[in-house]
């Protein structure tokens, strides 16, 4: 079983920036292709960035493609989303996620289904 826990979500003004952390432990996730995903007061949870198990793959939604950078430590066993110019449409609770078949990177990498694993969230206030 793999725990996620997310961490470095705040309070922030618009156009700053924040870096959220996810540690995962249990057992390894370097070879699992994992997500950060988001959810707004109201409105149902959106996929935001994937990356590959070796890091080298990443993929992000149209609305926050080149603001946000995801990227991992598997030596640390930790995934990362850099948030930056942040706009408070931003405002959400993220969480990320982790799937569980080791070596494989899923087409539908976009949708919730895919991942077995979730965090509980930290939540991101961007204020204008």
């Known amino acids: 079983q793999v725990q996620l826990v997310e961490s470095g979500g705040g309070l922030v003004q618009a156009g700053g920036s924040l870096r959220l952390s996810c540690a995962a432990s249990?057992?390894?996730?370097?070879?699992?292709?994992m997500a950060w995903f988001r959810q707004a007061p109201g409105k149902e949870r959106e996929f935001v960035a994937a990356?590959?198990?070796?890091?080298?793959?990443?993929y992000y939604a149209d609305s926050v493609k080149d603001r946000f950078l995801i990227s991992r430590d598997n030596t640390k066993n930790t995934l990362y989303l850099q948030t930056n110019r942040l706009k408070p449409e931003d405002t959400a609770v993220y969480y990320c996620?982790?799937?569980?078949?080791?070596?494989?990177?899923?087409?539908?990498?976009?949708?919730?289904?895919?991942?077995?694993?979730w965090g509980q969230g930290t939540q991101v206030t961007v204020s204008s």
């Open positions: 996620a982790s799937t569980n078949l080791g070596g494989y990177w899923p087409t539908n990498y976009y949708r919730q289904t895919t991942y077995t694993y």
């Open positions: 249990g057992r390894t996730v370097s070879n699992y292709a």
């Open positions: 990356i590959t198990w070796s890091g080298t793959g990443k």
